[in-house]
């Protein structure tokens, strides 16, 4: 046997690569929870191909998946890997120009076959002494040893192909010191009832394992130890699967019943999915025909005493803007959850994007302002669900949660909190009649200028509601002119007296002088991390995230006059930038993207160095 070494390293990125049958989903997933079980930190990002059933071996049917996992605090999947498997040629062209200088390339040679190459665009092999000298590169007959693995099994050669991504997951498993077990137990799990595909799949894995472990190819191992992380208990959680767990929590809190009325939608099907799962808490998830029954059925929800909630992408936050007006116009309270994407239309319907900020802030007929929230990580999504959920009763409000796929999709392992420190919410649910002297007032206002919750059904609560606009005291139809305006600058004054209900905005780093980057939603990690190195660097820089953007925090001004130069980067054409610019009079600079990919640490480093 070969005698192997063992390097220690402190983090790892790591990216799988195939077409989208290839299961580089589940690879990735596999490797991220057995590495979340083993105790390192991670950031993962898993990049969905935008056509469906894109024909197999091209560039546009490529599929990946890729992982940072460390021994210390990260706050992104990495900007270039470590460690690319690339399952065919077209996997190979599409992704080894990120793959770090002399990083590890291992590609399954079975694959690269005269066919293979011309539908990868390649007129010849790549696997030249060019890219081996500037690689280390792996050429590993994949097909050959899992069908060698499996001859003695009954069965067909497409069911044999089905199982070399857990050879190249227990490859990998051998490269970073990885355990089997989760993945076996898994695969127990998923395919239950099927022995043969259960034992062929471990099979599979193992001969991956053993493979690494017995080639005279492989002669370093890595060790990526255990992360010191805040002691409690942890979950491995996705952007989307968090904010479920926070509309859960906030009906639990708040002592109603939640109503889940949604269309699916790529990337925001997975709430969807992750709710129906909570029937015993009594939670009703219903799958509309469309855009629009899915809000006006969480109105109807609302109106009706529920916690009603409806999620959705771009495309579908256009449809619901009628429905989401006549929320506003009857100050009933609402979540709505846009899971951003590539536009415009149906876009880039797998890639992330943060480009619906307007559309959240403007996209209503006349004068409707609302709250509009962002989540900056999967973790994050849990607490904002539960503040969007805060702002919407409290203020009998609809309220706009923002997320991304890159969120949505990405994972990170999860603190899970102490259910007391989460504080109760309250409601505005009233049972008696406000007005001694007569019908009950539906729009009596308390010092917040926020109305009451009256149920229908409730005996002495009739009101009217609708769309057409209300009488201040009475909510009796009205098409006064004075009546109106007023009525507009009372509901506008309610959404601005959340300033005074959520946390003044915090900087991280220099509280004043040098240059500040203000960012929002899924760049967090990417701003974060290139602010640490610089400031390591000895670099005056500091970070403002901004998780309430309508209304601002009250001393957002005062943060952004208190330093020399402003960078804003967002993915998009500019459009906080412009907010920012219009809202408070103030210089920025802006760094954009628009590629359906997350921000680089080393762009956003690059534009820094350009204003310094």
């Known amino acids: 046997m070969v005698l192997k070494k063992k390097e220690i390293k402190h983090s790892a990125i790591i990216r799988f690569c195939g077409d ?35 024909p197999a071996g091209t560039l546009a049917g490529v599929s990946g998946f890729q992982l940072n996992f460390a021994s210390n605090d990260i706050h992104t999947p990495g900007d270039t890997p470590d460690v690319l498997v690339a399952m065919n040629p077209a996997a190979l062209k599409a992704n080894i120009k990120d793959l770090k200088r002399n990083g590890i390339l291992i590609v399954n040679g079975d694959t690269f076959t005269q066919k293979d190459l011309e539908k990868a665009g390649y007129s010849e092999t790549p696997l030249n002494d060019e890219l081996k000298r500037t690689y280390q590169v792996f050429e590993i007959p994949i097909n050959l040893l899992v069908h060698q693995a499996l001859v003695d099994m009954d069965l067909t050669d497409k069911e044999i192909d089905r199982t070399k991504n857990f050879f190249s997951l227990g490859l990998t498993y051998w490269l970073f010191d990885r355990p089997l077990d989760f993945t076996n137990h898994w ?77 699916p939608i790529t990337p925001a099907s997975d709430i969807l999915h992750e709710l129906s799962k909570f029937k015993n808490y009594g939670v009703k998830t219903f799958q509309a025909e469309d855009e629009i029954a899915g809000i006006c059925s969480a109105i109807g929800a609302s109106y009706s005493g529920s916690l009603g909630i409806t999620t959705t992408s771009g495309p579908g936050f256009c449809l619901k803007t009628e429905a989401l007006n006549l929320a506003v116009m009857a100050e009933l309270p609402l979540v709505v959850v846009n899971v951003q994407r590539g536009g415009p239309s149906t876009g880039l319907p797998t890639k992330t994007e943060q480009s619906d900020l307007l559309q959240a802030l403007f996209s209503r007929n006349g004068e409707s302002p609302l709250p509009v929230l962002s989540a900056s990580s999967p973790a994050d999504c849990f607490h904002m669900t539960i503040e969007a959920v805060r702002l919407a009763l409290e203020y009998m409000t609809p309220v706009v949660l923002l997320s991304d796929g890159s969120i949505a999709n990405g994972s990170e392992p999860w603190k899970l909190p102490e259910l007391n420190t989460i504080p109760e919410l309250k409601s505005k649910k009233v049972t008696e009649n406000n007005n001694p002297n007569g019908g009950f007032l539906g729009y009596k206002r308390d010092e917040k200028l926020v109305r009451s919750w009256a149920v229908p059904g409730v005996p002495g609560l009739e009101h009217r509601i609708g769309g057409l606009e ?39 780093g220099e509280q004043s002088g040098g240059i500040l980057l203000i960012g929002w939603g899924s760049t967090y990690g990417s701003i974060r991390s290139a602010v640490e190195e610089l400031r390591e660097k000895g670099m005056k820089i500091s970070h403002a995230h901004i998780h309430y953007l309508n209304p601002f925090p009250k001393n957002m001004e005062d943060v952004l006059n208190r330093y020399d130069k402003i960078i804003v980067p967002e993915l998009n054409s500019g ?11 103030v210089k920025v600079h802006k760094l954009t993207k628009i590629k359906g990919k997350p921000f680089t640490v080393q762009e956003i480093e690059d534009r820094i160095e350009e204003l310094k």
């Open 20 to 54: 989208s049958g290839d299961g580089m989903q589940i690879t990735g997933n596999q490797f991220t929870a057995t590495t979340a079980a083993f105790g390192n930190d991670l950031a993962t990002f898993p990049d969905y191909p935008a056509e469906i059933r894109a």
């Open 470 to 508: 209300k009488d201040y005291d009475t909510c009796n139809v009205s098409s006064d002119a004075e009546n109106h305006e007023r009525m507009v600058h009372a509901r506008a004054q309610k959404i601005a007296n959340i300033a005074n209900d959520i946390p003044e905005q915090e900087v991280y």
């Open 575 to 585: 459009q906080l930038a412009f907010i920012l610019q219009g809202t408070f009079g």
């Open 187 to 263: 695969i127990e799990d998923k395919f239950k009832g099927k022995e043969k595909i259960i034992k062929a799949n471990k099979i599979a894995l193992s001969a991956g394992y053993n493979f690494a472990l017995t080639s005279e190819a492989f002669i370093s191992q890595y060790e990526v130890p255990v992360a010191k992380l805040k002691k409690g208990k942890y979950r491995n959680i996705n952007g989307n699967s968090a904010i479920a767990l926070g509309f859960v929590v906030a009906s639990q809190k708040s002592n109603l019943p939640l109503f889940l009325g949604s269309y």
